[in-house]
């Protein structure tokens, strides 16, 4: 499981890299779209580590139990139930 979130910060970390997939803003100064772009990846990680850590305890806990049901399990994000 850290591998995958090691290998999916290493992603996300390229894909919002300024100039990569996209600059917001536009036409800001270098520090400006650097900024955003940090906060933008701290926003995309909090939710994807929350997420992934509940998640993995899921399975963790069916595991134990003796069963592995993928598909039942619910993820929570804020606002949103999958």
Sequence with gaps: MQILMTLFI????FALTPNILVSIPAHGSKYVVALTHAL???LIYHLAHNTTVEFGKNI???IQ??????LSYKFKLPGIVL
């Design 60 to 62: 963790n806990q069916d």
């Design 40 to 42: 933008v990846f701290a």
């Design 10 to 13: 290493a992603v996300l970390f």
């Design 65 to 70: 139990r003796g069963g592995y049901r993928l």
